[in-house]
């Protein structure tokens, strides 16, 4: 079982800059993907954008150069630098751990808000 925290969402303004944090704890593989999607009110949940335990990375193509997303693999944890946001990016931001293998198996964050206001 793997448990995850998030921290960072609240209110900015547009064109204003947060960092999310998502801590993992429990049965970490070594083969891991970790990363952030959002869901918008009246919207299916979205990627944002993914690290893996080699620290290669994907991104949605809305966020590409804006935010960008790092992890500390020795405390598990992974970041989002958000810049330049938009009311857009107003959604709740969920942290997804992959572990990748066998009996690996997806989990999820609770959620952290971020709103944007324009």
């Known amino acids: 079982q793997v448990h995850l925290v998030e921290s960072g969402g609240g209110l900015v303004q547009a064109g204003g800059s947060l960092r999310l944090s998502c801590a993992a704890s429990?049965?970490?593989?070594?083969?891991?993907?970790m990363g952030w999607y959002r869901q918008a009110p009246g919207k299916q949940r979205e990627l944002v954008a993914l690290?893996?335990?080699?620290?290669?990375?994907n991104y949605a193509d809305s966020v590409k150069g804006r935010f960008t997303i790092c992890r500390d693999r020795a405390k598990n944890t992974v970041y989002l630098q958000m810049n330049s946001l938009k009311a857009e990016d107003t959604a709740v931001y969920y942290c997804?751990?992959?572990?990748?293998?066998?009996?690996?198996?997806?989990?999820w964050g609770e959620g952290t808000l971020v709103t944007v206001s324009s």
């Open positions: 690290i893996s335990n080699s620290l290669n990375t």
């Open positions: 997804r751990l992959a572990n990748v293998g066998a009996y690996g198996a997806i989990y």
């Open positions: 429990g049965t970490i593989f070594n083969t891991n993907v």
